[in-house]
């Protein structure tokens, strides 16, 4: 029987837990200056920004994604604004319209999938950034790869990134992702399934819909 591998940090019910994400931080201290608005594109940018400063809760945020936002509020932070869609394009047309008298400041990780600075210079925007933490791949021996026909979830470009470096790309996987930006990081030939809502739990729910499938035919 097919099994449904999750490749997040945080474990779910009815998955095989493959973290494939280490953090480290990569800042002591966090430059608020000239800045009266955050913006996270991710929970643990949000927990980095606790381990730093904790001060950082003293500004209203902009929140990337639901688990961004959730975890925001569990610490005791302001969501100033949620955005419906969030990524590359959309996220920075949705800051333009929205932010644009605000100074806001950009706490990131080290690589990022889309260039938001670059794209919101060009519209007059600037937003500064601070990278305060990266990311690394977690390294497992050749024994823990999925066996053939598993259900693989990605949340993330780089937990595509590492699983490949890791074990290579079987054709009998079938992959659940997160969202678009991380979908064009697949193997062109991969066999995919988009969730509904970019959300860990929606791809759980969307390799579920998957498994049945497969084991019923």
């Known amino acids: 029987m097919a099994k449904i591998y999750l490749l997040s940090p945080t474990p779910r019910e009815g998955t095989e837990s493959l973290p494939m994400i ?54 005791g932070g302001k969501v100033l604004y949620h955005p419906d869609a969030f990524y590359g394009k959309s996220l920075t047309e949705d800051i333009i319209r929205c932010f644009a008298e605000r100074k806001l400041l950009y706490l990131r990780p080290k690589e990022v999938s889309f260039d938001s600075k670059a794209y919101l210079q060009e519209a007059g925007i600037m937003l500064r950034e601070q990278v305060i933490y990266e990311t690394s791949c977690r390294v497992y021996e050749k024994e823990r790869k999925p066996e053939a026909g598993s259900i693989i979830i990605f949340t993330s470009p780089s937990t595509i990134h590492c699983f490949l470096k890791n074990f290579g790309w079987d054709p009998t996987y079938k992959a659940v992702v997160i969202g678009e930006a991380t979908r064009a990081h697949l193997p062109l030939d991969a066999t995919l399934f988009v969730a509904e809502k970019p959300l860990i739990d929606a791809c759980v729910e969307k390799a579920k819909e998957v498994l049945i499938t497969s084991n019923s035919k």
Do not use: C, N, R
Not at 33 to 42: I, K, R
């Open 22 to 75: 280490a953090f480290s931080l990569t800042a002591t201290s966090i430059d608020f200056e000239e800045s009266d608005t955050l913006m996270f594109t991710s929970k643990q940018a949000v927990k980095s920004a606790e381990a730093i400063d904790p001060s950082w809760k003293h500004y209203p945020s902009v929140a990337i994604g639901g688990a961004t936002k959730k975890q925001i509020e569990a610490l």
